[in-house]
């Protein structure tokens, strides 16, 4: 069994990975190893039994993934069998599905935590010194926040939950003005630091960016300049520094859209969670009707991508996926559409104590469209 699930393409193994499975498979597998762009996930909660060629074939494959900047992770699995397989060799092992989630498209918590405490600058707010992956700029400026310094709330005007000081030293700062680091010379834009090389006095750590993606990247930068070039202020070194305002965080999540679609070749690929993230930041800083009507409505085509894909997405996005789904349905006077995706959404994630903030919104949201619809027949 195997699907793609953000950006692993993940094999479940089903209890015993022998001999006679791998002669049996051996041909499909290696198609896979030498022809797709992902790195490979085994799923192996339900494995009881691998013998040694079997184990050795997964060892040289992950030897010849590691040539091409790409590698295999596992997941799950018994006592004695993740011991026989970290033993020979070390495979990068998450003890939970959830774990394995969390590495689909959020920094991992143990590189944040470092990041954090290296950083400069305040309470809450840091700062980060960067290099472009691309042009090797090494002055890019990327930011940080410490979320235990920080709680989300929802307010009226706006689809994303916004971050509010949680303690009284903390910066009280537009984040999402700062979210994406812009490299200047080329206009790499990414809200993942770590897609960059971060520089501390005490070490680097480099990017996590394949080196097919920084191709790709690099092949389309004439795109990537000419839009920024419709903004003439662009052109100044100080212009995406702080204090960023209203057009400067406009085209922050406009490059950052672009780069998003630059990243592979293939559209199948591309982050529609992403997409839809920096169209909502669009609508926030956009400064016409027009413009925010548009945003929205390329967040709606990206989310209905998105749904149909829903494998490529760990349960977190799922859950904030379904909840901008609603609410930008509800944008646009789709109370019907936005109905039927609530009750599938509270069919879906009811039961999962993690999606009670998201849900609660959009519950609240339909229910004060059905109440001004109400009103409205009287």
Request: proline share 4%; charged share 25%.
């Given at each position: 069994m195997k699907q793609v699930r953000g950006?692993?393409?993940?094999?479940?193994?089903?209890?015993?990975?022998?001999?006679?499975?791998?002669?049996?498979?051996?041909?499909?597998?290696?198609?896979?190893?030498?022809?797709?762009?992902?790195?490979?996930?085994?799923?192996?909660?339900?494995?009881?039994?691998?013998?040694?060629?079997?184990?050795?074939?997964?060892?040289?494959?992950?030897?010849l993934l590691d040539q091409k900047g790409h590698h295999i992770v596992l997941v799950g699995g018994e006592p004695d069998i993740v011991t026989k397989l970290l033993t020979a060799h070390n495979f990068k092992h998450f003890a939970t599905m959830a774990d394995f989630e969390l590495e689909f498209h959020e920094i991992n918590p143990g590189l944040l935590k470092s990041i954090l405490k290296l950083?400069?600058?305040?309470?809450?707010?840091?700062?980060?010194?960067?290099?472009?992956?691309?042009?090797?700029?090494?002055?890019?400026?990327?930011?940080v926040i410490d979320e235990s310094c920080y709680q989300v709330q929802w307010t009226p005007r706006e689809i994303i939950p916004v971050w509010f000081p949680a303690?009284?030293?903390?910066?009280?700062?537009?984040?999402?003005?700062?979210?994406?680091?812009?490299?200047?010379?080329?206009?790499?834009?990414?809200?993942?630091?770590?897609?960059f090389s971060i520089h501390f006095p005490e070490g680097d750590i480099k990017t996590i960016l394949k080196p097919e993606q920084i191709t790709n990247l690099a092949i389309n930068g004439s795109a990537r300049k000419a839009l920024a070039n419709e903004v003439r202020e662009s052109s100044r070194a100080s212009f995406f520094q702080p204090p960023r305002d209203r057009?400067?965080?406009?085209?922050?999540?406009?490059?950052?859209?672009?780069?998003?679609?630059?990243?592979?070749?293939?559209?199948?690929?591309?982050?529609?969670f992403e997409i839809v993230l920096a169209n909502f930041m669009m609508c926030k800083y956009a400064t016409t009707e027009r413009l925010v009507g548009d945003h929205l409505h390329t967040a709606l085509a990206w989310l209905n991508n998105l749904m149909q894909n829903q494998?490529?997405?760990?349960?977190?996005?799922?859950?904030q996926a379904h909840t901008y789904y609603i609410s930008v349905l509800l944008a646009l006077d789709k109370l019907g559409e936005a109905q039927r995706g609530l009750a599938d959404f509270q069919n879906q994630y009811r039961d999962v104590p993690e999606a009670d903030f998201w849900l609660g919104r959009v519950e609240a949201l339909v229910n004060d469209a059905l109440e001004d619809l109400e009103k409205a027949q009287k």
């Amino acid at each position: 069994m195997k699907q793609v699930r953000g950006p692993y393409m993940c094999y479940s193994v089903e209890k015993d990975f022998l001999t006679a499975h791998l002669i049996e498979q051996r041909t499909k597998l290696m198609e896979d190893v030498n022809n797709h762009e992902h790195d490979i996930a085994l799923d192996i909660r339900k494995l009881h039994n691998i013998d040694g060629l079997a184990l050795r074939f997964l060892v040289n494959t992950e030897e010849l993934l590691d040539q091409k900047g790409h590698h295999i992770v596992l997941v799950g699995g018994e006592p004695d069998i993740v011991t026989k397989l970290l033993t020979a060799h070390n495979f990068k092992h998450f003890a939970t599905m959830a774990d394995f989630e969390l590495e689909f498209h959020e920094i991992n918590p143990g590189l944040l935590k470092s990041i954090l405490k290296l950083a400069q600058g305040g309470v809450g707010f840091k700062m980060l010194q960067l290099e472009c992956p691309l042009c090797k700029f090494n002055e890019v400026t990327g930011f940080v926040i410490d979320e235990s310094c920080y709680q989300v709330q929802w307010t009226p005007r706006e689809i994303i939950p916004v971050w509010f000081p949680a303690k009284p030293d903390a910066e009280n700062i537009d984040y999402s003005a700062y979210r994406v680091a812009i490299c200047p010379e080329c206009f790499f834009a990414s809200t993942r630091p770590d897609y960059f090389s971060i520089h501390f006095p005490e070490g680097d750590i480099k990017t996590i960016l394949k080196p097919e993606q920084i191709t790709n990247l690099a092949i389309n930068g004439s795109a990537r300049k000419a839009l920024a070039n419709e903004v003439r202020e662009s052109s100044r070194a100080s212009f995406f520094q702080p204090p960023r305002d209203r057009q400067s965080a406009y085209l922050s999540w406009k490059l950052h859209e672009l780069c998003q679609k630059q990243l592979s070749t293939d559209r199948h690929f591309i982050d529609a969670f992403e997409i839809v993230l920096a169209n909502f930041m669009m609508c926030k800083y956009a400064t016409t009707e027009r413009l925010v009507g548009d945003h929205l409505h390329t967040a709606l085509a990206w989310l209905n991508n998105l749904m149909q894909n829903q494998t490529h997405y760990s349960t977190n996005r799922l859950i904030q996926a379904h909840t901008y789904y609603i609410s930008v349905l509800l944008a646009l006077d789709k109370l019907g559409e936005a109905q039927r995706g609530l009750a599938d959404f509270q069919n879906q994630y009811r039961d999962v104590p993690e999606a009670d903030f998201w849900l609660g919104r959009v519950e609240a949201l339909v229910n004060d469209a059905l109440e001004d619809l109400e009103k409205a027949q009287k």
